[in-house]
């Protein structure tokens, strides 16, 4: 281990990480901790995959820092200028720390390898660099952000577009067999001190691609109709701010409120405990806000911008509980069903992952759409050609396929806004929207169960122990099917999953995370509704609370 981490320290090119592990190698020999850190963070190569790279900020093979984003930079040009003859590469970057050092390194060691590089200006939300690849033809790019992970994490996403690509594939993160093409060209990359950077030689780009971006957001959604709402908004101190308001005035939006504790990017994130707005506390200070201010709606996006959470006021009476003052987070399922029903098109198709809800292929049947169910994550939702919409549960939303082939939180929230702005002139919101659905489909209560470890060991055991012994009943309704996604399901690529399936028409997807170490269940019941819709919801909750506690047992994790 000495001999690995000196000779990792002689080959860093940066000075404040070699004095780091250097520092950290010198307690290790009488400091436990110290020895074990170390050996942490020599636990092996942090694993470059379909998701790109993503981990804690910090010294060390199995962190994020600059001699890992470089030689990530140098596999990604390696295998692009291997194919293609000077090959273009948009690199964007959040605002997280050390975005701006790795955005920079990339730059300079793709245009050494024969990369026209061109760089977003500055912090910028992801969807404009998943537009900037489509936008300017490009054969990759490159986004430097963690998204909503942990203050402490940072990564690096890899898109494919121009000769790269198919049609279908521009501006969308990479898939196997890819991801490993590109893994074995950064094993492949020889000692730090013999890579190439240029000093010079890319392009900075100005601030004609934002509001090219914009102005593609707007003819994809339209201006809509007149009229304004009170609006909070929050981009939990990421990079969506600005363009999220902009974007939100120039559909006639002015009426606006932003959280001013949350509205700059700080990459330490102080007002939340964890920067997901899907997380608990985390939409406080908006909600606060929203009530001050006796605002219509509030938008919430993550710090890269790529997510969108929506949380309404309940009138008063409202039908499924509440009463006027109190506010509704709607969660991704139910957002994304609403939006997909305002999108569905005889024409058009639908897509949403295997772990969200199911309600979407029935609103895709309803409007005459052809449905689409896929892997996880957008790089697999937004591949379908034809595609009208896709969404996932983790409150991801593709509203515009021809402008961002990815989640885009900002045009999600644009076409929120207009809907709720649509819905207000007739005296409704989203929450009637969402009651119509349940009347005509059944209500579809979904939840997960995310079981977090530290011993990475312990989720293949789970799994290995749920395809021994799967649970026999679920919710007390007997499990009819268990499906190994491992063996691919619904004509889709294998993937390490098991989708268990009750007679009372309970749903369950068992899957590591991955991007996290999480083991996560995604439930979900369905209840017709008869004459009373608040009689079906209850009880659908209580047969959802009733089958993730069994599925959490199942697991041996709780």
């Not at 090119?13 to 307690?27: H, I, M, T, V």
Request: charged share 25%; with cysteine; net charge negative.
């Amino acid at each position: 281990m000495r001999a690995r981490v000196q000779d990792w320290i002689g080959d860093d090119p940066d000075a404040g990480d070699r004095a780091e592990l250097g520092a950290l190698l010198e307690r290790a020999g009488s400091d436990a901790g110290a020895a074990a850190e170390l050996a942490e963070r020599f636990s092996g190569p942090l694993e470059f995959g379909t998701a790109g790279l993503r981990g804690a900020v910090g010294a060390g093979e199995h962190r994020m820092n600059r001699a890992v984003v470089q030689r990530a930079a140098a596999g990604l040009g390696a295998w692009l200028t291997g194919r293609f003859e000077r090959p273009r590469v948009v690199v964007g970057l959040d605002a997280r720390h050390r975005s701006r050092e790795f955005a920079d390194d990339s730059a300079a060691v793709l245009t050494a390898a024969g990369c026209e590089v061109l760089l977003l200006p500055g912090p910028l939300p992801t969807p404009v660099l998943a537009f900037a690849v489509r936008h300017l033809d490009a054969d990759a790019g490159v986004m430097v952000t963690a998204s909503h992970n942990p203050p402490q994490d940072n990564g690096y996403k890899v898109y494919l577009g121009g000769r790269a690509s198919t049609a279908e594939g521009r501006g969308v993160q990479i898939v196997p067999p890819v991801d490993r093409e590109i893994a074995a060209a950064i094993a492949a990359v020889g000692p730090l001190a013999e890579l190439p950077r240029a000093r010079e030689g890319w392009t900075v780009l100005d601030d004609a691609g934002v509001e090219s971006y914009l102005d593609a957001v707007g003819e994809a959604l339209g201006t809509g109709g007149p009229g304004d709402l009170r609006i909070v908004l929050t981009p939990l101190h990421g990079v969506g701010g600005d363009i999220l308001q902009e974007a939100l005035r120039r559909n006639g939006f002015s009426d606006l409120h932003v959280v001013a504790e949350q509205a700059d990017p700080d990459p330490d994130f102080p007002t939340v405990a964890f920067p997901n707005p899907e997380e608990p506390g985390a939409l406080d200070r908006a909600l606060a806000l929203a009530g001050e201010v006796g605002a219509d709606l509030v938008l919430a996006v993550d710090p890269d911008a790529d997510r969108c959470c929506v949380a309404v006021p309940f009138p008063a009476g409202a039908e499924g509980g509440g009463s006027a003052g109190d506010w509704r987070v709607l969660t991704g399922d139910e957002l994304g069903s609403v939006l997909g029903d305002v999108l569905a098109a005889p024409d058009g198709v639908l897509a949403c992952s295997i772990v969200s809800s199911e309600l979407l292929a029935r609103v895709a049947a309803a409007h005459g759409a052809a449905f689409a169910p896929t892997l996880t994550g957008f790089k697999w939702i937004a591949r379908p050609p034809g595609l009208t919409f896709g969404y996932e549960e983790a409150i991801g939303y593709c509203v515009a396929p021809e402008v961002v082939r990815d989640k885009d939180g900002i045009s999600a929230s644009v076409l929120v806004a207009r809907l709720a702005r649509v819905l207000a002139d007739e005296d409704r919101t989203l929450l009637d929207v969402l009651d119509d659905l349940a009347r005509e489909h059944g209500v579809h209560a979904t939840g997960p169960v995310s079981l977090r470890v530290d011993d990475l060991s312990l989720i293949p055991a789970a799994m290995a122990r749920l395809r021994a012994d799967p649970p026999r009943t679920l919710g007390g309704s007997p499990v009819v099917s268990v499906e190994d996604l491992g063996a691919g399901v619904d004509g889709l690529p294998p993937t390490d999953g098991l989708r268990l399936r009750t007679a009372d028409r309970a749903r369950v997807v068992v899957r590591p995370s991955g991007t996290e170490p999480k083991l996560k269940c995604y439930c979900e019941v369905v209840v017709e509704v008869g004459s009373d819709l608040a009689a079906a919801r209850a009880q659908a909750d209580e047969r959802l609370t009733a089958v993730r506690a069994d599925i959490r047992s199942a697991t041996g994790l709780a």
